[in-house]
């Protein structure tokens, strides 16, 4: 009984560490495209940085579950992954036209900006994910 639940343990390594690289490639990509520096900040105790980086992770990671439990293959949930970065990266762009400055109000600390930021990407994530019912 036992080894036939751990017969889906490689698909699910291949799925677990293709997430954990799907992760680290949005996190390296999407934090070169915004105008803060979040990492920078955050090891500086700025919680603004941190909220609206962490909920903009969450605004990933949401459709990445969904292209994991909907895709054919690895390859399939790397293509959906990327879409989903391309995603997040529209809205950083978007949350910036009714709030002039944005990345300066978060590298400042105003948990305002953050908020609209990191909820913004949520948001559009959970869209994102809703969508890739396929």
């Given at each position: 009984m036992i080894l036939q639940s751990l017969a889906g343990l490689p698909a699910f390594l291949v799925y677990f560490c293709t997430a954990i690289v799907a992760v680290v490639a949005y996190l390296f990509v999407y934090t070169r495209v915004t105008a803060h520096n979040e990492f920078d900040l955050i090891r500086a105790n700025e919680p603004a940085a941190a909220i609206a980086l962490g909920l903009s992770l969450l605004g990933f990671v949401l459709p990445l579950v969904s292209a994991i439990a909907h895709s054919a293959n690895v390859w399939d949930c790397l293509i959906w992954a990327a879409i989903a970065l391309i995603v997040q990266i529209?809205?950083?762009?978007?949350?910036?036209?009714?709030?002039?400055?944005?990345?300066?109000?978060?590298?400042?600390?105003?948990?305002?900006?953050?908020?609209?930021?990191?909820l913004s990407s949520l948001a559009a994530g959970a869209l994102n994910a809703a969508s890739m019912i396929y």
């Open positions: 529209i809205v950083y762009f978007l949350v910036r036209v009714p709030v002039p400055k944005l990345s300066t109000r978060i590298a400042a600390g105003e948990l305002a900006a953050a908020i609209w930021l990191g």
